[in-house]
């Protein structure tokens, strides 16, 4: 109840679009849910084929038939008439050759289907939002870092300036650090750039307008929930799948209506007609009316060879999605098994890089000192830098890979 209420809270202020929308990673599947149009799609697909339940017993509600005519119309040379026509007939489906029940669970998979490509597509979306949730954590992490390596180069600039007024050393040094300054800028200002246009396919992913401002609420920290990565199982994602399996079910439906398409139709019906002296070949109003009762049996006997055609299509088609579920449920194993290794890759990687970032911070301070005594020089201190921001970048990429491939695992056990 109270995640309901917040979640009210939250759309009822999304009206005022100067707010800044704080979103977490565990707020994505609720708004892709809601708000992703591609997924609202889906809802309207799955509801146009629940709007289709209920066919066998609609296909046995009686036919009205009604028509009238007030005719003038001149038989021979002399004889003219005006003259009325008209009647109605109601017919009820007793036999139709058992198509309309093929036709109704034809309907019933169509609707299956449809909410199965509904998670399909959801699933899809959400993956696709937190990888771009992700990248944006991670650009912003490298900005971060980008000014925490030029606040560093600053310092070293500044120190520069002072050595080349004391005769310590020559501007080359200047120039040196000048240089990795305008590198640095750089570098942010691309980053700036990439962090506009993922912002944008975020608020496309989550329903957001356009112009919305958002934060984001994680940071990329070191993740040491493996237990969940470790406990995958098949089942979590045979709904990929699923979409496959029941098109195949229903191509076989659809090929034993078609085999019976030349089977006859039988219906009951009670007609009352009034016809005219020209259409009945009567004399007199009374003469011309009409009550019948009886079967009509119907059929098409040509439909035996168009319809068998079309089955045996059809028969092939179901196998053909059958393979191809088969296919992709193999596909998908085997990606959340690779997904898992790299997972367990990653984390022993991320306590590598750990280590690495302490020792490349002390290179650096060991490269300052010394450069402060004069015995290194301005290449030594840009190569500490360079080492310093390279294994850092490096760490917060495989944060970053590690965060979208759990998640892109972890995703197909939420989708229910």
Not at 208 to 231: Q, R, T
Not at 359 to 369: H, P, V
């Amino acid at each position: 109840m109270k995640i309901f209420f917040g979640i009210i809270i939250f759309f009822s202020s999304y009206a005022y679009s100067e707010q800044e929308y704080s979103l977490k990673i565990n707020d994505l599947k609720s708004l892709v849910e809601t708000r992703n149009e591609r997924v609202i799609s889906k809802n309207h697909q799955t509801k146009a084929w629940s709007n289709r339940h209920g066919f066998l017993k609609r296909s046995f509600l009686p036919s009205l038939k009604l028509y009238g005519a007030h005719e003038r119309f001149q038989l021979g040379d002399n004889y003219t008439r005006t003259q009325p026509t008209y009647g109605g007939e109601i017919s009820v489906n007793l036999f139709n050759g058992t198509r309309d029940s093929l036709n109704n669970k034809i309907l019933n998979k169509k609707k299956v289907r449809s909410e199965s490509e509904k998670k399909v597509t959801l699933y899809h979306e959400i993956i696709k939002a937190k990888e771009t949730y992700w990248n944006l954590v991670y650009i912003d992490k490298t900005l971060i870092l980008l000014d925490e390596i030029k606040k560093i180069n600053l310092s070293n600039l500044t120190s520069a300036q002072r050595r080349v007024k004391t005769g310590v050393t020559t501007r080359a040094d200047l120039y040196e650090f000048q240089i990795k300054d305008t590198e640095l800028k750089r570098t942010a200002e691309h980053l700036n750039m990439q962090k506009e246009i993922l912002k944008r396919e975020l608020l496309n992913f989550i329903g957001f307008e356009e112009d919305s401002k958002i934060s984001l609420a994680d940071k990329m920290d070191h993740f040491e929930g493996m237990e969940k990565v470790n406990n995958h199982s098949e089942a979590q994602h045979q709904f990929l799948a699923k979409p496959y399996l029941v098109q195949a079910e229903e191509n076989e439906l659809s090929a034993k209506m078609q085999s019976r398409s030349w089977w006859p139709r039988i219906d009951g019906f009670v007609a009352l007609n009034q016809y005219n002296v020209r259409n009945g070949n009567v004399f007199g109003p009374q003469e011309g009316k009409e009550t019948v009762v009886g079967l009509r049996a119907s059929m098409n006997l040509f439909d035996f060879t168009t319809g068998n055609k079309e089955a045996a299509a059809l028969y092939a088609e179901s196998e053909s999605s059958k393979s191809e579920a088969k296919y992709l449920e193999r596909e998908i194993e085997n990606e959340a098994h690779s997904e898992i290794t790299y997972l367990n890759f990653l984390h022993q990687q991320i306590h590598d890089a750990e280590e690495n970032i302490k020792r490349a911070q002390d290179y650096l301070k060991l490269t300052l000192n010394e450069y402060s005594k004069g015995v290194k020089n301005s290449p030594d201190v840009l190569g500490s830098i360079d080492k310093l921001l390279e294994v850092k970048s490096k760490y917060n990429e495989m944060l970053k890979d590690f965060y979208i491939t759990r998640d892109h695992l972890l995703s197909k056990s939420e989708i229910q």
